[in-house]
C-alpha cells in the first residue's frame, strides 16, 4: 500500500499519511466490511486518498519540495517544473524521465498505470477497484504508456533508440 501511495505521491510524509487515514478508516469500519471485502476496500480507500492528496496539492499549485532536496522543518513550497536542461545532460536517467512522464499523465490514468506496471494488478482488478469497465482500463493504459513515449522521445530523444 506505501508503496503504491508513494509511486502515485512522489512524497513519502504524504504516502505515509495517506496508508496511515485508510487503515484508521478501516479499523474504524471493520465490523461493517466483509471480511473477504477488506483488501479491496481499503485499496479503494487509499486510492481515493491518494487522489485527495493530488488535488489538495494542485488546487494551491504547489507540492513539497522532493525528499533530499531540503530539510522537512525549512523545507519551502514550490511550483512543479519540467525536467531542466541540466537533468536531460546527466546522462538521461531513465527513471527520473519517467516519473516526470507520469506527472504529466491525469491522475486517473497515472494511478491505473502505477496499479498496472508497478503493483502487478491485473485490468479487472483495477477496474473493479475503480468500478470502471475493463475496457477504460485498457484505453487509459495505452492512451498513458503513448504519452509516456511521446514524452520521453521529446525531453530524451536518443534513450529510446527505436
Partial sequence: MYSYALHVLHHPEDAEDVVQHAFIQLWREWDHIGRDKRKRWLMQVLHNRCMDSIRSRRATGARFLPTGQGHLETATMTVASPLTADARLEGHDVRKVIEAGMETLPDSTRSMMVLHYF???????????LRVPVGTVK???????KKLLEFVLATCPDVVES
Fill in 119 to 129: 503493483q502487478d494488478q491485473p485490468l479487472d482488478g483495477i477496474a473493479d477497484l
Fill in 139 to 145: 484505453a487509459a493504459l495505452h492512451r498513458g504508456r
